[in-house]
Structures are given as structure tokens and as C-alpha cells.
């Protein structure tokens, strides 16, 4: 049997290409047989051959060659230059005094270095461009039904003008006819009197030419002439036809009246992904699937809360219960399902809360304005943070476990945004990049998110906008209404919150309504669902929307994704 031709899947000698691989050359990465190993060895004697047994193949390491000093292989390393040195160059005065390690040291550090950025990418970076991958396709075909839906609005749009226009050239249209038919009356009235008369003219005609004819005089005596009457002519109808007063077609007039297309636009926002890790706080990091929308939202519950005048705030403890708070000193919880009472707390202060939210762990936090504290609800109220020379508004707990807080100075000329973590404060958000404020002056309503990718969202009542930056607090864009509005009243902004999409919704007092936007701060649309006086806002794991209506004292749960 041929032995080049058998047993195909054992490995052999490179040098003689038949026997079986039983050594190999660290030096040169070349296998051998054992008779072919003294071949190899006087082949290029140039080279410091390192023979091992092929199963410890790559076992002996190939150092770097000296750059400086030919064939030197370098097996230490400067730690001051940060290269491979050979013992050449550690005995020039280019090393003097520098510091030198094993290379094999180095190796395994570089190695571990190599291997930890290797399980970085696979475990985090891969998945999350995985992610934003998959986040762009979906964005696209969301924009792909967006802009459809625009393209058969404005179809719509013109069909309807069209339907109008139609009504339009037909009521003229009959208008003439109208016209016409009264005017050809007239006429036809008229030309009917004249045919009478001139008959009535001929018959005396053939009277005076009979008499004339005879020699009786009683008969020519007896003629009566109408000649004076016939001498009366017929006034003269002169109709005037209706005028059609037209307005030149002007096309920018034009497309005021039919409607204009407002520019698009396509943001860039480096904060806008972050990577996806194992960690609780990456979860603004990770794309949920995309729901979609109902095209009608629909009420699943109202719960009646019993306060005195005034319904504030709602926030979810879990997708069974929410936390509630009003226009006096308690704050409740309510079972959604059962749209009973479970639980009742008063403030410590006595005072009502501004603000509640809930935390990661499960707690209930709350701020007391006119006690300018944070205080955290546990087995007893805790005081928290206690302001001075500023009192605190909206309050809302962020994927990390931080707090963040809207506050006013003492005279409410000034607004900032601070973020605590454990309880200390981290950082201070109140001035753009031209050092303008942020956010306008004035007293209380002023409330606060997070969304998915970290940015801050604020519902800023005086300034009737919604200011979104980014989790370094740099101004990312205003938010202030789409008009016009279903009670076609001004933007009125209260409450605020987000969804697992990164939508941002708000509650619009005047309009009754709530405003849906994506975190670009693009409209989306329209939640109404028979609102009245909306005002604090929150969404459950389920991304089902709890909206507070102040007079009524009503919570509605609206679920408004498939």
C-alpha cells in the first residue's frame, strides 16, 4: 500500500512528505519525522532551531527579533520605553537606568488584556450593535409606515378638496341655470305680447283695407284707428349676465390653504446608544421589541381615589399596584384589578407631597416642598435630603438607582435639575451651552423622567415645552406641542413619562390629552380616550399608560400598544 496515498487524515513529514508527524520546528512551524530532524537542523544553521514533540508544537516562544541589533532575539522589556529590548541594548546608554521585565511577564499581562477585551466583545459590544442594528431596521420600517400614512393623509386631504370644489362648480353651475331660466322667462313673457299685437295689427290692416274697398261711407265712417296705441313700442330687455369673480391660482397661496410640509429632519446623538451589559444599569442600554400602536388607545380601568378636591400624582409600584397622591397629606395605594384600597401613609410634615415616585427597590419616595426634603417611604418615613435656599418639585427614580430632583430657589427665579446617588448630590443641571437656563422661572409644576437611553425629560409648565438633555446634561431639543390641538387651546404641559420604546409621553392640561413623542422629540400622536383635566402620568412593565384626571378624582389605565 502507497503510503502518500493512505490513511489520508494523518499528518505528514513537510520534508519528505511520507513518514508521519512525530516532531515539529517551534523555530521555523515546521513538522517533521524523526529522521528528517538532523536534515532540517543543518538546512540554515543561521537560525537557533527549537525541535519539540509535535503534540507540544507552539509551545516555545518566538521572540521578537531586535530591530536595532540583527538576529537579536528580545526577551526583556523597558518598561520606561515600552518595547522589546534585547541584552545589545540593554547594555547602550539608550536604556540607561531603565527598569526591564521579563517579555514572558509582559506576554501574559498583554495576553489577559487581549483576552478580556475578546470576551468584551463578544459579550457586550457584538450584542449591542446587534442591538442598534436591529433598533435601525425596526426604525425604519416604522418610518417606512410613517411616511406612508403621511402620503395617504395628504391623498385624503386632496380627495376631499376635491369633493368640495365638485360641490362648489355645482352650486354655481345651478346658480346659472337659475339665472338663465329666469331672464329667457322675461323674454319669452315679452316676445309673447308682441306676437299678439302684431297679429292684432294685421287684423286691423285687412279691417281698413276691406272698408277701403267699398263704396258703403257708413262702414268708413265707422273705422277706429289704433295707430296712437301701436306707436307705443315695447321696452327694450336688455339682460346682464352674472359675473364670475375668480382669484388667480397662486401656488404659495395656494399651498397655505391646501396645507404645507414641514421640513423633516435627522438628528445625530452620540448619547444616544450606550453598551449593553449584564448590569441593572444597562438597561437603558438594551432594545425591547417594537410594539405596535392601537389605532384607537383604549380605557381598561378607571379607579375612583376619594380626595378631597384635587388628583395629582400616580405612580406604579408593580403592574397590580399604584401609588397616589392628591390634594392632602396621604398617599395611597391602590389595587388596579380590584380598584381597592390597600394602604394609606401621611407625610411626615403633615404637609402635601409635591412629587412620588417609586424606587428600583420597591420603595416609595416623595417631596415636600414647603419642608424642602426628599423624604423615602421604608418601614417609616425617612428624611433623605433636606435643600436649603432651594425646595424641591418633581422627583423620579433613574436605571441606576439614582434620584433626580427639579427644584426652585427661594423667590422662584431660578430652576435646576440635580441628580443624587445615594443620597448625595453628583450633579447640577441648569445652564445650556451658551449659559442660558435650561428651564423657565416660577413655582412648582414642573415634573421629571428618564428615558430608555438616559436622556433627562422635564415637563416645564411656564415655559410650555417639554427640555430633554442627554445624561451629561447637554441640550438635546424642546418639546412644545402640535397644533393644532384636539381643543385647539396652547400646549399646556404636566405630567411626564416614558415608555419601554423610548417614547415620551406628556399630559396636556388644556387639551386634554396626552402627548406621544419619540426621543427625538418627534409627534406621534394623540392620547385622548375621554380625558378630562389630565395631569400626573406613568406606565407599567406592560407599557400600560395611568393618567390622574384632577377634578374628578379619577385614574384611567389606557393601553395603547398591541
Not at 511520507?18 to 512551524?29: E, G, N, P, S, Y
Not at 395656494?254 to 449584564?278: A, E, P, R, V
Not at 448590569?279 to 380601568?301: H, I, N, R
Not at 399630559?507 to 375621554?530: M, P, T
Request: proline share 4%.
Amino acid at each position: 500500500m502507497d503510503p502518500r496515498t493512505s490513511a489520508q487524515d494523518v499528518m505528514r513529514c513537510d520534508l519528505c512528505e511520507t513518514a508521519v508527524v512525530q516532531m515539529h520546528c517551534d523555530t521555523c512551524l515546521v513538522n517533521l519525522c524523526k529522521a528528517c530532524v538532523g536534515e532540517h537542523m543543518i538546512s540554515d544553521q543561521s537560525k537557533k532551531h527549537e525541535i519539540v514533540p509535535f503534540q507540544l508544537r507552539k509551545s516555545t516562544p518566538l521572540y521578537p527579533i531586535c530591530k536595532l541589533h540583527h538576529n537579536q532575539q528580545c526577551t526583556l522589556y523597558c518598561n520606561q520605553c515600552d518595547i522589546p529590548v534585547c541584552t545589545k541594548c540593554i547594555a547602550s546608554d539608550q536604556h540607561l537606568s531603565h527598569k526591564f521585565s521579563e517579555i514572558l511577564q509582559i506576554v501574559d499581562k498583554k495576553k489577559h488584556k487581549i483576552i478580556e477585551e475578546q470576551t468584551e466583545l463578544n459579550e457586550t459590544i457584538f450584542p449591542t450593535y446587534q442591538d442598534i442594528a436591529s433598533d435601525v431596521q425596526n426604525r425604519m420600517s416604522q418610518l417606512e409606515k410613517e411616511y406612508g400614512d403621511l402620503s395617504t393623509a395628504i391623498t385624503k386631504h386632496g380627495e376631499d378638496w376635491h369633493r368640495e370644489i365638485d360641490k362648489l362648480v355645482q352650486k354655481l353651475k345651478t346658480g346659472i341655470d337659475e339665472m338663465k331660466n329666469t331672464q329667457l322667462q322675461s323674454l319669452q313673457k315679452q316676445l309673447d305680447e308682441i306676437n299678439k299685437t302684431m297679429s292684432d295689427i294685421k287684423d286691423d290692416i285687412n279691417s281698413v283695407d276691406m272698408v277701403l274697398d267699398t263704396n258703403d261711407l257708413s262702414m268708413l265712417f265707422s273705422v277706429t284707428s289704433n295707430v296712437n296705441i301701436y306707436r307705443n313700442l315695447p321696452p327694450k330687455l336688455a339682460p346682464s349676465l352674472p359675473k364670475f369673480n375668480t382669484e388667480k391660482i397662486q401656488g404659495e397661496k395656494l399651498d397655505k390653504l391646501f396645507g404645507t410640509l414641514l421640513s423633516s429632519s435627522l438628528t445625530s446623538d452620540k448619547h444616544g446608544y450606550s453598551i449593553k451589559t449584564s448590569q441593572k444599569s444597562a438597561e437603558a442600554g438594551f432594545s425591547p421589541p417594537v410594539k405596535q400602536m392601537l389605532d384607537e388607545p383604549e380605557t381598561v380601568t378607571i379607579i375612583d381615589t376619594g380626595y378631597r378636591k384635587f388628583f395629582y400624582h400616580v405612580a406604579c409600584l408593580s403592574d397590580d399596584d399604584i401609588w397616589t397622591s392628591g390634594d392632602d397629606n396621604r398617599m395611597k395605594l391602590y389595587s388596579i384589578n380590584q380598584g381597592s384600597l390597600l394602604k394609606s401613609i401621611r407625610t411626615k410634615s403633615g404637609n402635601t407631597p409635591t412629587d412620588i415616585a417609586v424606587t428600583k427597590s420597591g420603595d416609595l419616595v416623595y417631596t415636600d416642598y414647603k419642608d424642602r426634603t426628599v423624604n423615602i417611604v421604608k418601614e417609616k418615613i425617612e428624611e433623605v435630603i433636606r435643600l436649603q435656599n432651594w425646595k424641591p418639585c418633581g422627583v423620579c427614580s433613574t436605571s441606576s438607582g439614582d434620584l433626580l430632583v427639579t427644584m426652585e430657589n427661594d423667590d422662584g427665579k431660578k430652576t435646576k435639575v440635580v441628580r443624587y446617588t445615594g443620597f448625595t448630590e453628583k450633579q447640577t443641571i441648569q445652564f445650556d451651552d451658551q449659559s442660558k437656563p435650561l428651564y423657565s422661572s416660577g413655582r412648582y409644576s414642573r415634573y421629571i423622567t428618564e428615558n430608555r437611553n438616559l436622556d433627562i425629560c422635564v415637563s416645564d409648565y411656564f415655559a410650555k415645552a417639554v427640555v430633554v438633555v442627554n445624561q451629561a446634561g447637554k441640550l438635546r431639543f424642546r418639546y412644545t406641542g402640535h397644533t393644532p390641538g384636539p381643543n385647539n387651546k396652547p400646549f399646556d404641559p404636566r405630567g411626564i413619562t416614558t415608555d419601554s420604546q423610548g417614547h415620551i409621553l406628556t399630559a396636556d392640561y388644556n387639551n386634554e390629552c396626552v402627548h406621544l413623542i419619540d426621543q427625538d422629540g418627534q409627534f406621534l400622536r394623540y392620547i385622548d380616550c375621554g380625558l378630562s383635566e389630565p395631569w400626573g402620568l406613568c406606565t407599567d412593565t406592560n407599557d400600560n399608560l395611568f393618567v390622574t384626571q384632577l377634578i374628578n378624582r379619577k385614574v384611567k389605565k389606557i393601553n395603547y400598544h398591541c
